[in-house]
């Protein structure tokens, strides 16, 4: 397995947790501050800060992904340790904001632009979820949203000086909840199928 691997840590984690799946997704990816933060910086100011820039409430700003647990929790990404080029994923919780790009998602998906994305789009708004990276430039809001993220970046210091912003927009809390749950069900049975578990 490669060195540069969290599956060993998410294991070890997800053990001290009682290896219980949505305890962990409580304890690791939504309570305390992410497992890379700057020291230096407040991370609920910062929250505070996303929100304002992008009109919602802050308790609807969650950091997901690597920066939060320090490993991906992607098996497409091979589980790696968070790194200088990994991305920042803000999840975005607003039913308001699901809604109205889901409308405009509806009028522009058919455009030859998302030609190799639809399927993948649809699954997602599926699961109530809409990965802004892909749609974030056609949408009404996605100037002023492109706009924050450099804001976003600028004030964390070199560990995410190179770090790409990208956004998912959850419809509910619920389905932020299924998707990291789903998440974790698929990391803790990697780590079984690949003896991680014995280590």
């Known amino acids: 397995m490669d060195d540069v691997s969290g599956l060993p840590e998410f294991w070890k984690e997800f053990s001290s947790l009682g290896r219980e799946v949505e305890y962990f997704v409580t304890a690791r990816m939504f309570d305390g501050t992410p497992a890379v933060w700057p020291h230096e910086l407040s991370y609920i100011k910062w929250r505070h800060l996303v929100a304002t820039e992008l009109g919602v409430d802050p308790m609807a700003v969650q950091l997901v992904g690597s920066a939060r647990l320090g490993y991906s929790m992607s098996p497409r990404k091979k589980f790696r340790k968070f790194h200088e080029n990994s991305d920042l994923d803000i999840a975005v919780i ?89 998440s974790v069900r698929i990391a803790r049975d990697r780590a079984i199928e690949e003896g991680v578990d014995h280590g």
């Open 94 to 182: 607003s039913p308001e904001l699901f809604d109205k790009a889901w409308g405009e998602l509806r009028e522009i998906i058919e455009d030859d632009f998302f030609n190799g994305n639809k399927s993948y789009l649809r699954k997602l708004v599926f699961e109530e979820c809409i990965a802004l990276d892909i749609v974030l430039p056609r949408l009404s809001f996605g100037e002023q949203w492109s706009k924050s993220r450099d804001l976003f970046i600028q004030d964390l210091g070199d560990t995410f000086r190179n770090c790409e912003v990208n956004y998912r927009l959850y419809r509910n809390h619920r389905s932020l909840r299924s998707y990291q749950v789903k």
